[in-house]
């Protein structure tokens, strides 16, 4: 069992930035592949980044590719988001999710934070 706490979410204006921490329980830790998620309202939830459990392995979803960065501390059981040229489009409740493979899919994913609220302002 692996428990997700997302945390770092807040308002910020457009151009800013902002950095995402997900803390995940258990041992196990880096036997896992995290990923983060985002659902904006009335919208699908989307995937927006992955890194393998060695954090070798990247995918972003083009729209933040070379504005976002994922990485992990497996010393510290935490993932993290680092959010640059933040834009209004990117207003979502975010997730963080644990699968034991490496993968962009969300019905692939076997747990999940409850999310954390990032709001960007023109």
């Known amino acids: 069992q692996v428990q997700l706490e997302e945390s770092g979410g807040g308002s910020v204006q457009a151009g800013g930035s902002l950095r995402l921490s997900c803390a995940a329980s258990?041992?196990?830790?880096?036997?896992?592949?995290m990923d983060w998620f985002r659902q904006a309202p009335g919208k699908e939830r989307e995937f927006v980044a992955a890194i393998s459990g060695t954090g070798g392995y990247f995918e972003y979803v083009d729209s933040v590719k070379g504005r976002f960065t994922i990485s992990r501390d497996n010393a510290y059981n935490t993932v993290y988001l680092q959010m640059n040229t933040l834009r209004p489009e990117d207003t979502a409740v975010y997730y963080c999710a644990a699968t034991s493979t490496f993968s962009r899919s969300a019905v692939r994913m076997e747990y999940w934070g409850k999310g954390t609220l990032v709001t960007v302002s023109s």
């Open positions: 258990g041992r196990t830790f880096s036997r896992y592949g």
